[in-house]
């Protein structure tokens, strides 16, 4: 069994540490508000406890043994963590003020983010948000983001990730096509309708619609009358009797509280992936990011506001 450490033994490596940053007791008691015998003596203890010659020590130098050196780098590293442990717990107590940079896909910001960031500022009105939307992967850290929301996660060592909440994507149409045209009863069916596209910005391809069926994952390429690339859109010309699309939750749930689109197939809609905040390791103390992203957290109960609505239509 390990021998716990002392607080006898914490405050000789904060002496020691200390006078052999500054070359000298009386420097490491000044920076201390100790005496130099309180320096010495600690020293000296550590010394006895560890069985070393820590310095080589003439009347007028302090000069670090090669053991005491070794030890010196890794009691530094401590006395950092202590620091690291201070900071975030003065950054804890702190007031969010300023400016927050957050970036997210322009779905989301459109209808997630946006309609809540009114009711985030009155909670913190000394913090002033600056939302940029768009698909680009641009290098957070690079541009100064402090908190990034995306659909899937960054495999970046330099940022930190929360998942929110699921991805979901189902079949929608409107009451005035469906009427017209009648409702599908089939995956089969889809063949026979006009069916509206969403095309990824970044590689040009189509979607091909999944939908788990059972216990596998069936994918369609429809032959689509309509192609779009961006996802409002196609939840729009939906809405307009365009014909059969699909689309995010988040985006139609609107549409269909108003009674303008309805859900198909909902029992073969599929979790895409997971909607996740990131923010650079350098932000995890701020008291800017952390009111964020608890924010967030609260924007994403499960099941989610506009899952609740699409699965009670």
């Known amino acids: 069994m390990k021998e716990q450490i002392g607080l006898d033994r914490l405050t000789g490596l904060i002496a020691f540490a200390r006078a052999a940053s500054l070359g000298s007791y009386t420097a490491a008691a ?12 600690s020293v000296q203890r550590l010394e006895q406890h560890f069985e070393l010659r820590l310095f080589s020590r003439t009347t007028r130098s302090l000069t670090l043994t090669p053991e005491g050196r070794d030890i010196y780098e890794r009691a530094l590293r401590i006395l950092r963590e202590v620091e690291d442990i201070e900071q975030a717990a003065v950054a804890s107590r702190a007031e969010p003020s300023g400016t927050l940079k957050v970036t997210a896909p322009p779905p989301i910001g459109l209808n997630i983010l946006a309609p809540a960031i009114p009711r985030f500022r009155e909670r913190y009105p000394k913090l002033a948000i600056d939302l940029r939307l768009g698909d680009q992967f641009a290098d957070i850290v690079e541009q ?45 069916d889809l063949a026979d309708h006009d069916c509206v596209n969403f095309r990824y910005q970044s590689s040009g391809q189509a979607l091909r619609w999944p939908f788990s069926v059972g216990d596998r ?97």
């Open 30 to 41: 000044r920076d201390l508000s100790v005496s130099p015998s309180a320096i010495s003596k």
């Open 144 to 188: 100064g983001i402090d908190v990034a929301v995306r659909v899937g996660n960054l495999a970046d060592s330099r940022l930190i990730s929360r998942t929110l909440g699921p991805h979901r994507i189902c079949a929608f149409a409107s009451p005035a096509y469906l009427a017209k045209r009648g409702t599908p009863l089939e995956l089969s």
């Open 217 to 313: 994952m069936v994918e369609i390429a429809p032959d689509a009358s309509i192609v779009i690339d961006a996802s409002d859109a196609v939840a729009a010309v939906l809405a307009a009797g365009g014909g059969i699309g699909i689309s995010p939750t988040y985006v139609a749930a609107p549409y269909v509280a108003r009674g303008e689109l309805k859900p198909l197939f909902p029992q073969f809609a599929v979790d895409r992936s997971s909607i996740t905040a990131l923010w650079p390791e350098s932000r995890r103390g701020s008291p800017n990011v952390k009111a964020f992203v608890g924010f967030l957290t609260e924007l994403f109960p499960s099941p989610t506001a506009w899952d609740e609505i699409v699965a009670k239509a």
